[in-house]
């Protein structure tokens, strides 16, 4: 009878692993169909106020109204599709305004590596200003990608990649990879200490950008199973350990 529960249990987690990938792959693929136009019109900016240069901007009850790198990028990505589906100039106009604040406001990290940073502390996580979300590296590239292919403009494939190589720096560098008790690695969206190992923002970058052919090298191929099997081990620990580690935001 132990037996039985114990694969029980396993085909559980298998399962409920398997089924997580599933829904944040058919959800990308929703978002660029037809049948994603309530997600791409909410991703578009309605909700959120501008700058005076259009850019999309965040009020937070204690911190005031701030740039966040991920929301920017968000929006880009739902007015580029808005824009690819309806024609719509406005909403052309609203991504590319998202798409010049990416192409200026990152940071220089090192020669060949580039950072977006939040400029305010984030207390959840013991994060102070300054800190950087594998995350919102993760939706610039996918915004910038999708840049790169509507206009054609090769001046934007350097900071792709530059983004891409700092994903992959260390956290005890000042990056945002970790190792997991797995022994894998993973790309952390809030690289707090202790490490906080939020699943579905580390699954969203290893889906979406990192593997695109515009930033494929023999560096992200040979860590492409270091990144996914670790994945799904620390997501069915969580079932068993709820509280030490992957969880969900």
């Not at 965040?58 to 740039?67: A, E, S």
């Not at 200490?193 to 990192?210: A, Q």
Request: hydrophobic letters at 35%.
């Amino acid at each position: 009878m132990p037996d039985q529960d114990s694969s029980s249990r396993r085909f559980l987690t298998r399962f409920l692993c398997a089924l997580a990938i599933a829904v944040l792959c058919l959800t990308e693929l929703h978002a660029q169909t037809k049948l994603g136009a309530q997600y791409d019109n909410a991703g578009c900016g309605q909700a959120f106020a501008v700058d005076k240069d259009g850019v999309t901007v965040v009020t937070y009850p204690d911190l005031g109204t701030q740039y966040n790198p991920v929301t920017i990028a968000q929006t880009a990505l739902g007015c580029y599709h808005n824009y690819k589906r309806s024609g719509s100039e406005q909403a052309r106009r609203k991504y590319l305004e998202q798409i010049h604040w990416l192409r200026e406001n990152y940071l220089r990290v090192s020669d060949d590596m580039a950072a977006y940073a939040y400029q305010f502390a984030w207390a959840g996580y013991g994060l102070a200003s300054g800190w950087h979300s594998g995350l919102a590296q993760g939706q610039a590239i996918s915004a910038l990608i999708r840049y790169y292919y509507d206009t054609g403009d090769k001046s934007v494939l350097p900071l792709i990649n530059e983004l891409k190589n700092f994903l992959f720096l260390p956290q005890e560098k000042g990056g945002v990879l970790r190792t997991t008790p797995e022994g894998g690695i993973w790309f952390e969206e809030y690289p707090s200490d202790p490490p906080s190992f939020v699943w579905n923002g580390n699954v969203s970058t290893i889906l979406k950008p990192i593997w695109h052919p515009l930033t494929t090298n023999a560096q992200a191929i040979g860590l492409s199973s270091a990144t996914i099997s670790p994945g799904k081990r620390s997501a069915s620990s969580t079932f068993r350990q709820p509280r030490t580690l992957a969880r969900t935001e």
